[in-house]
């Protein structure tokens, strides 16, 4: 699978490519825009962030979930530029991809429980987060994947 910095890569170039107009539009009113898609990428990056450094630091926590769709709606991102939105996600993954890089190697073997899921370790975490953003990319309308 790819590392992080490898998807950033592989995808900026195809969702800076898509129009202010594709990037708004929504097939159905329960289905998320581009818009909404990439900011629901950007929370899965706020909570995971927390959860990477958290345990990398302790092994045996439990951390809480969250609520992606009221996520979604208390930021707004439907409002916002498509090209920030772009730019911001490009930004923040590639901070992330720098820190899943430095994490200390012992850690990776740490565990966590996120909400009432069972226990995984940090380097599915990591691994998952890097799947999860895979997914919802391939979702975005009008991207050409690589």
């Given at each position: 699978?790819?590392?992080?910095?490898?998807?950033?890569?592989?995808?900026?170039?195809?969702?800076?490519?898509?129009?202010?107009?594709?990037?708004?539009?929504?097939?159905a009113?329960?289905?998320?825009?581009?818009?909404?898609?990439?900011?629901?990428?950007?929370?899965?990056?706020?909570?995971?962030?927390?959860?990477?450094?958290?345990?990398?630091?302790?092994?045996?926590?439990?951390?809480?979930?969250y609520?992606?769709?009221?996520?979604?709606?208390?930021?707004?991102?439907?409002?916002?530029?498509?090209?920030?939105?772009?730019?911001?996600?490009?930004?923040?993954?590639?901070?992330?991809?720098?820190?899943?890089?430095?994490?200390?190697?012992?850690?990776?073997?740490?565990?966590?429980?996120?909400?009432?899921?069972?226990?995984?370790?940090?380097?599915f975490?990591?691994?998952?987060?890097?799947?999860?953003?895979?997914?919802?990319?391939?979702?975005?309308?009008?991207?050409?994947g690589?």
């Amino acid at each position: 699978m790819a590392g992080l910095a490898e998807v950033v890569q592989g995808h900026l170039g195809a969702l800076r490519g898509i129009s202010e107009a594709q990037a708004s539009h929504k097939s159905a009113a329960e289905v998320w825009s581009a818009k909404e898609i990439l900011g629901h990428l950007l929370d899965s990056g706020v909570n995971n962030h927390a959860r990477f450094v958290r345990v990398s630091l302790d092994s045996g926590l439990s951390l809480p979930g969250y609520d992606q769709t009221a996520w979604v709606q208390a930021g707004a991102y439907a409002t916002r530029p498509w090209a920030e939105l772009v730019e911001l996600w490009a930004a923040y993954q590639t901070q992330l991809a720098h820190l899943i890089a430095a994490l200390p190697p012992a850690s990776l073997d740490h565990t966590v429980q996120i909400g009432s899921g069972e226990p995984v370790t940090l380097r599915f975490l990591t691994e998952d987060y890097v799947a999860h953003q895979l997914h919802h990319l391939a979702q975005i309308p009008g991207r050409v994947g690589p």
